[in-house]
């Protein structure tokens, strides 16, 4: 089965930590991101990439190492610089959100690559102009140094949130409880109430339509309206002995 | 000039590796968020997060260590729990942007906890009860191990869109060229080619409308025409020679 995230290329230029390459490998597989390409990396392979991978080896085991840029974007549909500075002479310069669905929306006319400079300069301008847009990563304005890992897990997460939206896991649903079984329960809180003296039938005050706003509100399962009504039997026995 | 991103805590549940409270703190400032709690740390203070933190000291060095869960989050509005698994018993379970967005929404009422637990299991079922939502980060289904300063990462990345959306730096705009200087940059193309028998008029066929349309789509700006035309010129002078 193929995905879009198939015909995309993560290009790292020559990273200086190997302990980062493997970080952006770990990064990216947990967004379905497998394709990883580095262009003339300072340390590679090295045990540093395979500790800070925990577990994402196949993408380094997969990572072509080339020697130029040119090498690594070649055939793509469309290439995307990373860059946190503002240039001069950009083009296109789009927010990561908006540069991942457009990633997503190339990635059926061929690879899209996005590229990533050094941890301490990011890409030179000569590598930049070879993108046809540059994406950038909101950021503090005061500190904007994001981790060069970190900055792939962004870009993959919205890559990802881009193909797939964001629909996560979600707790299992127990059967809701049916209206009349609320009305019972409503009906049965007051009367313990009453009898407990707590809720003064002749000046009841907003107690009774609070409690059922709150029950309202909380979506009741029919699991726990027996709960709550055997917490109120306990209490109707108790009062009785 | 206080932030709602002033109200957030980051509260790291009993965190294994000082690296990653390093990247932690890395990974927050870059988004602008500087509260950093730890619930009973193994190894903190420690030089490994000094070196991970890369200049972002200023939030290690304000990091509250406490010694449970209920101090960091208490007196909060509300307190979001990461989980990356699915749980049984869990209540509202919101992906990481709409969490975000819901973090941002409650920071007005007071203080918001986004609660991350161990590297190698999350947060228990117990310490997950204890905040009000659970966020999670949309991830492959195959391999969804986000190293926890990553997670922190994305995290405090929505938080700063959810608060500030995601406008970035821009390119500096020139001068666009106007609809006549436009014209005379066609007009004068067209003679060129031509003149350079490239351009049959009795045959023109569709090159003119294909030069206008790439035109058109570049958005020209005045330099760039004066550069065009001064190349057109060029060209001709040769011919003329």
Same mark, same amino acid.
């Given at each position: 089965?193929?995905?879009?995230?198939?015909?995309?290329?993560?290009?790292?230029?020559?990273?200086?930590?190997?302990?980062?390459?493997?970080?952006?490998?770990?990064?990216?597989?947990?967004?379905?991101?497998?394709?990883?390409?580095?262009?003339?990396?300072?340390?590679?392979?090295?045990?540093?990439?395979?500790?800070?991978?925990?577990?994402? #080896?196949?993408? /380094?085991? &997969?990572?072509? %190492? *080339?020697? =130029?840029?040119?090498?690594?974007? !070649?055939?793509?549909? $469309?290439? @995307?610089?990373?860059?946190?500075?503002?240039?001069?002479?950009?083009?296109?310069?789009?927010?990561?959100?908006?540069?991942?669905?457009?990633?997503?929306?190339?990635?059926?006319?061929?690879?899209?690559?996005?590229?990533?400079?050094?941890?301490?300069?990011?890409?030179? #301008?000569?590598? /930049?102009? &070879?993108?046809? %847009? *540059?994406? =950038?990563?909101?950021?503090?304005? !005061?500190?904007?140094? $994001?981790? @060069?890992?970190?900055?792939?897990?962004?870009?993959?997460?919205?890559?990802?949130?881009?193909?797939?939206?964001?629909?996560?896991?979600?707790?299992?649903?127990?059967?809701?409880?049916?209206?009349?079984?609320?009305?019972?329960?409503?009906?049965?809180?007051?009367?313990?109430?009453?009898? /407990?003296?707590?809720?003064?039938?002749?000046?009841?005050?907003?107690?009774?339509?609070?409690?059922?706003? $709150?029950?309202?509100?909380?979506?009741?399962?029919?699991?726990?309206?027996?709960?709550?009504?055997?917490?109120?039997?306990?209490?109707?026995?108790?009062?009785?002995?």
């Amino acid at each position: 089965m193929t995905s879009p995230l198939d015909s995309i290329r993560i290009v790292l230029v020559a990273t200086s930590h190997a302990g980062n390459i493997g970080a952006a490998a770990r990064a990216m597989l947990t967004m379905g991101v497998t394709r990883l390409l580095l262009v003339d990396p300072l340390r590679f392979p090295h045990a540093d990439a395979v500790a800070r991978a925990s577990g994402a #080896n196949a993408v /380094l085991d &997969r990572a072509q %190492v *080339v020697g =130029t840029l040119d090498e690594a974007i !070649a055939g793509c549909a $469309l290439a @995307l610089g990373l860059s946190a500075r503002p240039r001069e002479f950009a083009g296109r310069v789009l927010p990561i959100r908006a540069a991942a669905e457009t990633a997503i929306a190339h990635a059926d006319r061929g690879d899209v690559a996005l590229v990533f400079g050094t941890e301490m300069s990011g890409l030179s #301008n000569d590598q /930049l102009a &070879r993108c046809g %847009v *540059v994406a =950038t990563i909101p950021t503090n304005p !005061a500190y904007g140094s $994001l981790n @060069l890992a970190a900055a792939v897990q962004v870009a993959c997460y919205e890559l990802r949130v881009a193909l797939t939206g964001d629909r996560v896991w979600q707790a299992p649903r127990f059967a809701p409880a049916t209206t009349d079984e609320i009305a019972a329960l409503d009906a049965h809180a007051e009367r313990t109430l009453v009898d /407990l003296r707590f809720l003064n039938p002749r000046l009841p005050r907003r107690l009774m339509p609070r409690l059922r706003r $709150l029950f309202a509100r909380a979506g009741l399962e029919k699991e726990e309206v027996n709960i709550l009504r055997g917490i109120l039997a306990r209490i109707d026995e108790t009062m009785r002995r």
